[in-house]
């Protein structure tokens, strides 16, 4: 019986170390990472408080572009931070909030039961997650004056790296 055992823990040793030193290709290419160089996608969205936002005419600002949901614990957490960092960078850094998959009155409630006075959009069809080959949410994406995603980050941001990394932007790399 010790035999079967120590032979069973040898086994999924042996997987575990296999998996660690030759992750597979999908692994790889796997969450918004992947987009990093490429053009924003050529997607359009209405906004919460009237009108609409299409990334490819936000050209000619640098712009830090949050894919988010009211639901998601971590965009909550990371919400104000977003504020925060669209007031300090007011004029220098446009961002723009794009809910995914929720009522376009869910987002527009948060924006405004907390303050929200940046972009705040929904895509209800989750067409711009699939374009940026979301992992999860939050997602953010630093994109330059010519429309190029230049950092991605997967996950919540505190406001510090935030700021480092739009400073990283407007500075030109």
Known sequence: MLRWIVGGLVAVALVVLIAAFFPNEIDQNRGPAQVIGM???DVS???VRG????LRGLRGQDVLLNVWATWCG???REMPALERLARAQEGRLLVVAIDQGEDPRTAKA???RFGITFAVGVDAGQRLGTALHLAGLPSSFFIDKNGVIREAVDGEMTYE???QKAERLIAGG
């Open 39 to 41: 053009s924003a996608p």
């Open 45 to 47: 969205v209405p906004l």
């Open 51 to 54: 009108g609409s936002v299409a």
């Open 74 to 76: 971590p965009c909550r």
């Open 110 to 112: 948060y924006a405004d």
């Open 161 to 163: 790296s935030m700021a």
